[in-house]
């Protein structure tokens, strides 16, 4: 789907042995608490803000190709939907369109309800869906898209007398119903082989699955949960024939739209894993795919058992790192790191038939294999610098052993890839040096570990390293190294499905940048709500931004937003190679127009002599985070949807002249801000900079009502290391909102029409009752007179009759209408009667360079020189910045001591601007270079600040007689 498309487009107990689910662990107390706290998770924020699109869920939350499916999505602030933006261009939505009534003689769209077409050549998987309405566009939930025909559960299923029968060969797209579980009937033949998955978490459901099978006896032969990464499964061979029923059900018997599923059924093949799981990008890799009813496979050779596995070698493509995984737009990310790992997906062959393309890690260096036996450390596996190495955590206790040769002071960087893919692992490194003992035995010495990657970022939904292991090894001598790999769980658990990469590579400087959609609650920092990419008009949009730095990179990185709709701006954020994280700004000017579609965000820096460019890699919360101790669930999405809503923000606040602001360590700024207010804006604001380091004070900025301007005054502490740093100012405006006006105008116009429909048919009434009073006046007549009234005459008085209640039936059904509909209308007026709302308030990025000092030395001579008997002056000339005009005291010194060497301090007074440092050799002085160093000591803003600047002194050798 390309960036910057817009709405139009859219048409506005488990048993042993087979079957079992080889990947479920032991359920731990931790996962069992993090489940029951998801299920507390609080869908809405408490406080009054403006409205918010929020997608719990779409059911049915896939469909299959080259069809069209009907959905109902859920979800609070869904006024008015006009479709779902997909992450696929093949995949549109349109409104349902009731058909026209008596009393809507136009077709409109039902509420909640959508069909949604799937070309035929969408390939199979998962899609992201955003829904696009009256107040913007909503977070992003997952769609599927299968090849195989879709059965919609469409009534209870509670037993297995009530099975619902499905396909062997297809899905089934349900909601759960609280304490009661679904049950399907499958007609198979002995021996058949069926592969039965159900999908939640990778649907975004909050469903906490358990799968069973049960054969024509009422046996369970099979039983599956989910994990703590995959979905549950079960792929088994029937014994018996006849109809057999899969059972499905919550953990906790919960119910509702938000704990739907996906049944996939498939008599086909089934991709459990590759090996080895790494290539290079845009190349064929040979592959040898592991799963079960694979065309041409034959048993797993697999040291510790196969478990009925197949394998079959495939000639694998490997797709665009830059995309991304499909797999990983379903994990539970925790890191940054893990977000920016160089995932692509494989296809060829069997890999095609995957209901999920297998992942790759994309490597530069060729991709050998472990070699077993490699686990007994006096005899590791040789490996090339650079180079990478896929191995299996498996059988149990595993160990592998690898060495290298380095000289002193190599640095060669150590990354494992595993839990990366997915996986349950918690992969460690240990380096060793080797040396030998009186016996000529290899002896190794520990001289580097490392269990998880780097906590290289603080803060909410971030504040966790990968669970991979990264290392920086510097050698600190000429010889072999051995490396330990090992999953610290696999002494209990090990799988053959449990591989790594190990990747040895010199200095490669990189980085890659991850765009994080959150909404911090304003009263609580532990909680982290859902954000809606949505901008009202003078409105701005913050999006945090994460750098993601490869082996030492430290460039600066500019952050840049591409493909924004007219009217939309971002300025350039810039993050100092020092820095990490950011936060890019997003504004709406007035006038804009309405807009639903998606943008880029990259990030630009130079490394070596090349300009490179990374296109972000979005993520977004899957639900909100109410407290500290619930999981902190964030994935993947592919593109980052926007919407411009006709709203006007309240009050927009930016820098009167956007610069570079400078100052000194100790120094202190006002920065003038400008103020645009709008109608129902109201009351004080307050401007605060959270997440500065503690040395980097914003004073709380106060904005009366009546203000038409503020500053911001910024302290820097002496203790500041110099650098460049962002200021984000951050508050909360009040204003006057009416709810959706249009829609309680349009409901208003409705109610009085049909009160015109009802008055006339009141008066139709009427008419009808004077007709039907005429001919029974008629009647009667002729019946007074004795005579037998004729035909005619009767049937007239029956149709009059006839035509009474016919007309009373259609005044009745026209009031009754009217009622509903003027109740329909004065509930839309108090929904739109103005209510003080909170509308969050975030200014653009004021950009702070700190330095050192606020003098600069700038004619300062690189190198002085001095005769052994002699003297020298050093000019030091002062240049004063940032308003300082106190005097400076210079104390020269030497690094190391210089015997016959004297120095003497000066102190320039508050009008001048240089100042002489003189320096004396004695005859016996030395000759020789040293390292001088100047220390200039001062009182700025009455704090001292102390700099040193070092420069070359040399005494010269005594002239000869």
Not at 602 to 607: H, V
Request: charged share 25%.
């Amino acid at each position: 789907m390309a960036g910057n498309r817009v709405m139009q487009r859219l048409t506005l107990r488990a048993p042993s042995g087979a079957g079992c689910d080889r990947r479920a662990g032991p359920r731990s107390p931790r996962r069992l608490a993090a489940v029951l706290a998801l299920a507390a998770i609080a869908a809405v924020p408490a406080v009054a803000e403006l409205p918010q699109p929020l997608l719990t869920a779409i059911h049915p939350a896939g469909g299959q190709r080259g069809t069209e499916v009907t959905v109902t999505i859920a979800g609070p602030d869904l006024d008015e939907v006009r479709g779902l933006l997909f992450s696929h261009p093949g995949i549109i939505a349109r409104p349902v369109l009731a058909e026209p009534t008596e009393f809507d003689p136009e077709p409109r769209p039902v509420p909640g309800k959508l069909v949604v077409a799937i070309a035929a050549d969408v390939p199979p998987g998962i899609y992201d869906a955003a829904a696009v309405a009256r107040f913007g566009v909503s977070n992003v939930r997952a769609f599927a898209v299968s090849a195989t025909p879709q059965v919609v559960k469409d009534k209870d299923c509670d037993s297995p007398a009530a099975a619902l029968a499905v396909p062997a060969d297809g899905a089934v797209a349900a909601r759960t119903t609280a304490a009661k579980a679904d049950h399907y009937a499958l007609e198979l033949a002995a021996g058949q082989r069926i592969h039965l998955e159900v999908w939640c978490r990778r649907l975004d459901s909050r469903m906490v699955p358990v799968l069973s099978l049960v054969d024509p006896s009422g046996r369970e032969i099979a039983v599956a949960r989910g994990t703590r990464q995959d979905d549950p499964f079960i792929d088994v061979a029937v014994p018996t024939a006849g109809r057999h029923v899969v059972r499905v059900h919550d953990l906790f018997a919960s119910g509702g739209d938000e704990t739907f599923y996906r049944l996939v059924c498939s008599t086909g093949p089934w991709v459990d894993f590759v090996f080895p799981p790494a290539g290079r990008a845009g190349e064929t890799t040979r592959v040898e795919v592991f799963g079960k009813g694979l065309p041409g496979g034959s048993p797993a050779l697999i040291e510790g058992g196969n478990e009925g596995l197949e394998q079959v070698v495939v000639d694998a493509r490997m797709g665009a790192p830059a995309a991304g995984a499909t797999a990983r737009f379903a994990w539970r990310l925790f890191a940054p790191r893990d977000a920016a790992a160089p995932l692509a997906d494989l296809s060829g062959g069997v890999l095609d038939a995957a209901a999920q393309p297998p992942a790759a890690l994309a490597v530069t260096a060729p991709v050998i294999r472990e070699h077993e036996p490699n686990d007994d450390p006096a005899a590791p596996q040789a490996l090339e610098i650079p180079g990478a190495v896929a191995g299996r955590f498996q059988p149990r206790r595993d160990r592998d052993w690898y060495s290298f040769t380095a000289k002193a002071g190599d640095v060669i960087w150590l990354e494992v890839t595993s839990a990366r893919y997915g996986l349950p692992t918690d992969p460690a490194l240990l380096v060793e040096s080797l040396a030998t003992d009186a016996a000529g035995r290899p002896v190794g010495k520990e001289v580097a570990y490392a269990d998880d990657g780097p906590a290289e970022f603080a803060g909410p939904l971030v504040d966790r390293p990968s669970a991979d292991p990264l290392l920086e090894f510097r050698a600190p001598a000429d010889g072999t190294y051995r490396v330990l790999v090992r999953d610290l769980a696999a002494d209990s658990h090990a799988a053959p499905h449990h591989v790594y990469v190990l990747e040895a590579r010199r200095p490669a400087p990189d980085f890659e940048v991850v765009a994080l959609l959150s909404h911090p609650n304003r009263a609580d920092a532990n909680r982290q709500q859902l954000a809606a990419a949505s901008l009202p008009t003078g409105g701005t949009l913050p999006v945090d931004i994460l750098v993601v730095r490869r082996d030492g990179f430290g460039g600066d990185v500019v952050i840049e937003a591409e493909g924004l709709p007219a009217g939309v701006s971002a300025p350039p954020l810039s993050i100092p190679g020092k820095a990490n994280r950011g936060t890019l700004v997003l504004t709406a000017a007035d006038g804009t127009a309405p807009f639903a579609g998606t943008f880029r965000i990259t990030g630009k820096s130079r490394i070596g002599e090349a300009d490179v460019a990374r296109t972000a890699r979005p993520a977004m919360l899957r639900w909100n985070v109410d407290n500290q101790n619930q999981p902190q669930l964030v994935r993947m999405v592919r593109e980052i949807p926007l919407a411009v809503i006709p709203d006007a923000a309240p009050l927009t606040v930016t820098e009167q002249d956007r610069a570079v602001r400078e100052t000194a360590r100790g120094g202190k700024l006002s920065v003038p801000l400008a103020l645009v207010r709008r109608p129902g804006a109201k009351g004080a604001v307050s401007l605060t900079a959270p997440g500065l380091p503690g040395e980097l004070k914003v004073a709380e900025v106060k904005i009366e009502e009546a203000a038409t301007a503020a500053t911001a005054e910024i302290d820097v502490d002496p203790k500041l290391p110099p650098g460049e740093y962002r200021i984000v100012l951050r508050g909360v405006a009040k204003t006057a909102f009416a709810r959706n006006p249009e829609a309680a105008a349009r409901l208003k116009a409705d109610a009085e029409r049909v009160a015109g429909v009802a008055q006339q048919r009141a008066t139709a009434v009427e008419g009808a009752k004077q007709a039907l009073a005429a001919a029974e006046a008629k009647l009667a007549e002729i019946k007074g007179a004795g005579t037998e009234p004729p035909a005619d005459v009767v049937a007239a008085r029956e149709a009059a009759a006839k035509a009474m209640a016919d007309a009373e039936a259609a005044a009745k059904a026209a009031a009754d209408e009217k009622a509903r509909r003027e109740k329909l209308a004065a509930d839309a007026a108090t929904a739109a009667a103005p209510k003080d709302v909170d509308v969050p308030l975030v200014v653009p990025a004021i950009a702070l360079v700190v330095h050192e000092t606020p003098v600069a030395l700038d004619g300062l001579a690189a190198e002085i020189k001095v005769a052994p008997g002699a003297a020298a002056d050093l000019a030091v000339p002062l240049a004063r910045r940032y308003g300082f005009a106190g005097e400076v005291v210079v104390e020269p010194s030497t690094a190391k001591p210089v015997a016959g060497l004297t120095l003497a301090p000066v102190t320039i007074p508050a009008d001048q601007s240089q100042g002489i440092v003189k320096l004396t050799a004695a005859a016996d002085a030395a000759p020789g270079r040293h390292e001088l160093v100047l220390t200039t000591k001062l009182k700025f803003n009455d704090r001292e600040i102390t700099a040193r600047r070092p420069l070359s002194l040399v005494i010269e050798a005594p002239a000869q007689p």
